[in-house]
């Protein structure tokens, strides 16, 4: 997808603790990573949706920009958030042109007359939950003006465009109740297989607005996320060792302390952790300057775990997002 098509908006909340570690380590390059998205004014952790535009409609660029933008704020104008990052379900226009005429000068005009339709739809299963059409005029002295007068006529308020969003909305809780168990089993099934992040992407992305199967969804992410933290631990532990039996002096102690500064206080290594800060300590004594992990003092624990465990989500939802967008099925 073009830059240009994208909205920097997010429904997401922002993160009270960042989390970062890559599943893929190198001991001379792991660091630590991070994902964190701005928040919005809407619900915490309602509906979002992506702006997408199909890269084979014939939109001009600055058009196309304008287009993204009143999309956004159509659905943010109805309680739906606009997502920069890449999720299933999103909203899309089509213009499709009915007359073009030219209008003379000066200056020459041109007017075009259109309709926009407007989806909402997922992107994975290619299924449209809603759609309305609009009939639209635009005036300009390019093609650019002309088209960017015209989605003018695209009221974010208009009731018949309230209803649009509202269908949406309602189709895609529905989706969430509906396949609620089977989306928490693949999220089990996936962190057996040490796929944490896709797993937490698939529970973190349940809205709030979907009730009983978002609380169910709060509590397996808890015990995924404890997995995750365990799963970490144990491999940057085992670096770290690596790398202080490797030079036991200060330049040892700084390699290991890139691991070990990735290790969560409730992770199950953490005890043996802290072992290795203090045979470290007492041999490069305050050569090392160094501090193990905490959380933020002041704010509650669970809280934080959950913001960092939908940080790994959103990052890898974020990594699953496509180069281009081709929806001819959405029509």
């Known amino acids: 997808m073009r830059n240009s098509h994208k909205i920097a908006a997010t429904l997401c ?9 890559s599943l893929g380590f190198d001991a001379a390059t792991a660091t630590a990573q991070s994902a964190a998205n701005p928040a919005s004014s809407d619900a915490e952790y309602g ?19 304008y287009l993204s933008n009143k999309l956004a704020q159509t659905i943010t104008a109805n309680g739906v958030g606009a997502f920069d990052g ?17 209008v003379p000068g000066p200056p020459t ?7 926009i339709t407007l989806y909402i739809a997922d992107y994975f299963a290619q299924k449209i939950f809603a759609t309305t059409t609009i ?15 015209a989605v003018k006529n695209l009221n974010p308020h208009a009731a018949p465009i309230a ?17 609620c168990d089977n989306i928490i089993k693949k999220a089990q099934s996936l962190a057996t297989q040490k796929e944490y992040d896709e797993a937490l992407y698939l529970l973190t992305s349940i809205p709030d607005a979907a009730g009983d199967c978002y609380d169910k969804a709060l509590a397996a992410t808890a015990a995924i996320y404890q997995q995750y933290v365990d799963y970490l631990c144990e491999v940057n532990l085992a670096h770290a060792k690596a790398a202080w039996v490797a030079e036991q002096n200060s330049a040892g102690a700084q390699k290991a302390g890139v691991f070990m ?19 470290i300590k007492g041999k490069v004594l305050d050569d090392w300057k160094f501090e193990m992990k905490k959380w933020q003092d002041g704010v509650d624990l669970e809280s934080q775990r959950i913001e960092a465990a939908r ?19 959405c029509r």
């Open 13 to 21: 909340l922002s993160l009270l603790c960042i989390f970062g570690a």
């Open 47 to 65: 509906i979002v949706l992506s702006v997408l535009l199909d890269d084979q409609e014939e939109i001009p660029h600055d058009a196309a920009n």
């Open 86 to 102: 890449f999720s299933r379900f999103f909203i899309t226009a089509r213009l499709g042109m009915a007359t073009r005429d030219i």
């Open 109 to 115: 005009q041109i007017a075009e007359n259109m309709e």
């Open 135 to 149: 009939n639209a005029k635009g005036v300009g002295t390019n093609e650019s003006k002309a088209f960017i007068n």
């Open 163 to 179: 209803a649009f969003v509202q269908k949406g909305k309602a189709k895609i809780i529905d989706y969430y109740r509906a396949q």
């Open 261 to 279: 500064s990735l290790i969560y206080p409730d992770a199950g290594c953490y005890g043996e952790a802290q072992a290795l800060y203090t045979e």
């Open 311 to 329: 940080a790994i989500g959103v990052a890898y939802g974020n990594g699953q997002q496509p180069t281009t967008y081709v929806m001819g099925w």
